[in-house]
């Protein structure tokens, strides 16, 4: 039975599960309601569930050690992909299930390593996302793309020059001088790399999930591409290459 909410003895009645927001004016009583958020769907925590798997599975079979305790992981590409078709909040959450996986089983960095994880992936996926979302199209993405990888190697040069001197037991000064040399070309080459990878994949895994039925009607219609798009897609990886 809908609940009801009287403000006047003439009001009309606001269905259970809505919002009511009321203007008191001289001529009357203005009333409107507002429906609450939609929740999150069955199938989309599947297909979410489904994203953070591909993306542990891709930390544990995929690590390409760059020099000390430096690694190239494929996981934000996975994600990146992820949260360009169901929003930042979305890729943030994902990217906390996957490094808390991390956590629990194959990490030997502890809880350091899982805060680590979490601001490297996390920055560079939701900073592409929160771009994309706005204007869906191929140039916004390699925009949230550039952004991303400029947002991720500001946080991990000073993540490094805070914390590295407690865990690798060395003097701030000499990792400040490992700036240039080492972390800045590193993550910078480390999110180009990201960010070609995320281009290349999206269009064939949107089409897969097309297919599959797996994607709501909106992300559908915003997630869109025609042939040219997807041309163009992998034009702008190459020219980031």
Known sequence: ????????????????????????????????????????????????????????????????????FLELEPKSVILTIAAFFYGPVAGLVMSAV?????????????????VM??????????????????????????VGLIAATLCLTVVMVLWNILITPLYMNVARSQVIGMITTLFLPFNLAKGAILSVLVMLLYPPVMAALRKSHLLPESALERGKHSARGIVLWVAAALVVL
């Open 1 to 68: 039975m809908d609940t009801l909410f009287m403000v006047h003895p003439n009001a009309l009645p606001v269905p259970a599960g809505r919002f009511c927001r009321v203007d008191s004016r001289k001529e009357g009583i203005v009333m409107s309601t507002l429906s609450a958020r939609k929740p999150v769907s069955i199938q989309t925590m599947a297909v979410w569930a489904l994203f953070c798997a591909l993306a542990y599975a891709s930390v544990a079979l995929i690590r390409i050690p760059v020099g000390g």
């Open 98 to 114: 996957v490094a808390l996986l991390e956590l629990v089983t194959f990490s030997s960095t502890g809880l350091i390593g899982f």
């Open 117 to 142: 994880n979490l601001l490297a992936t996390g920055s560079f996926v939701c900073v592409a996302a929160l771009i994309y979302r706005r204007k869906r199209t191929g140039t916004s993405a390699v």
